[in-house]
């Protein structure tokens, strides 16, 4: 199926950002809303934009996000935010009549100790991870709604659960951002500033996979073309990096030159959360950036646009 009015919730953010160039480049009509024209907290603004609007399929890209420090700080605004836009957006969807909805996750939603790599089947089977257990809580939500509006209307709405994700229109904000575009941040600053070390949060030990955003568009856009069942599906690299490795990588990139050391007073979070994609690299996805490409990537668009803190909003990871 090739969707010709796809309506992107969350074109800001660095995945919404991703959906739109993807989706024009194989010429989908796109459609955005700015915060201005509808505010996705409030039902009423929601159903009524929706309802004029009429896209033939969403794809929910819009979350309140952030890493480690965010989500262990701001949990009321985490949970909040994400439960609000999820039951306006899918309810709102259902109510304006459209049939087809992508929604975007995390890999937090997985026990914090499920075995690994997490196949899908791992949702719901154990405690999750207390440093984000607010937003993941959210997205679990999020999968249910899809869930129960198919299973009682017969709406096709599927979720696909992305791994960390980095790449252009990241969070490069210290306070709020992922581990990616806090490391390409700080050893940027440090080689302007020919700091004799770098400092990275926790022991250097817990596992990330990491995908570039780029290729999580393609797969998003691969199931709504392609992929239309109750079961969330994962959406991955496929292979994953200590915090440690990351941060010799990132270092290597930037070429900063100084020492890397470790703050562990600062929380490490899940140990380990490499999921399984097999299910959609079997359908027929692949990722094609690899990660030291990505981070070279990355690293030129941070260079590019000169990044200033930005607000914490925008798309899901
Ligand atoms: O990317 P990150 O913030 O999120 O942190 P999570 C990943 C790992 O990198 C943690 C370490 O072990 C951090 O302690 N780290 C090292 C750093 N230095 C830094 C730094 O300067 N900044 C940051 N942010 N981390 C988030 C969840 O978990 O992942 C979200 O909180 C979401 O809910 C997202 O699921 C994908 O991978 O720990």
């Known amino acids: ?29 796109v459609i955005k809303a700015d915060r201005a024209v509808v505010d996705l907290r409030h039902q009423m603004a929601v159903e009524v934009w929706l309802k004029q609007s009429r896209p033939d399929a969403i794809i929910f890209a819009a979350a309140k996000v952030g890493g480690i420090y965010a989500n262990d700080t701001y949990p009321a605004d985490f949970i909040y935010d ?13 109510a304006a009549g459209v049939d087809r909805l992508v929604f975007l996750g995390s890999s937090c939603i997985y026990p914090k100790f499920a075995p690994q790599p997490i196949k899908e089947e791992a949702l719901l089977t154990g405690p999750l991870e207390s440093t984000n257990e607010w937003y993941a809580i959210a997205k679990i939500a999020g999968i249910k709604l899809c869930q129960a509006y198919r299973k009682q209307y017969g709406r096709r709405y599927i979720s696909v659960m992305p791994c960390n994700l980095y790449g252009p229109n990241d969070n490069f904000d210290l306070k709020t951002s992922h581990v990616m575009p806090a490391l390409i941040r700080k050893f940027h600053e440090g080689k302007q500033a020919g700091l004799s070390e770098v ?10 996979e990491f995908l570039h955003v780029d290729d999580l568009a393609r797969g998003v856009v691969f199931c709504l073309d392609n992929y239309d069942d109750y079961e969330h599906i994962n959406c991955g690299a496929g292979s994953e990096i200590s915090i440690r490795g990351l941060a010799e990588l990132v270092k290597r990139a930037v070429g900063y030159e100084g020492r890397i050391v470790f703050d562990a007073s600062k929380p490490d979070g899940t ?32 260079l590019k646009n000169k990044v200033a803190p930005v607000e914490l909003e925008g798309a899901s990871a």
């Open 1 to 29: 199926m090739t969707c010709r009015r796809i309506w992107v919730a969350g074109h800001n953010g660095m995945v919404g950002s991703a959906l739109v160039r993807y989706l024009e480049a194989r010429g989908d009509q």
């Open 82 to 94: 994400n439960l609000a836009i999820e039951v306006n957006v899918i309810h709102s969807a259902h």
């Open 199 to 208: 400092v990275v949060w926790g022991t250097g030990t817990p596992l990330r």
């Open 271 to 302: 140990p380990r959360k490499l999921m399984d994609s097999s299910r959609i690299m079997t359908l027929g996805w692949l990722p094609q950036i690899g990660l030291e490409e990505g981070v070279v990537d990355a690293y030129r668009w941070f």
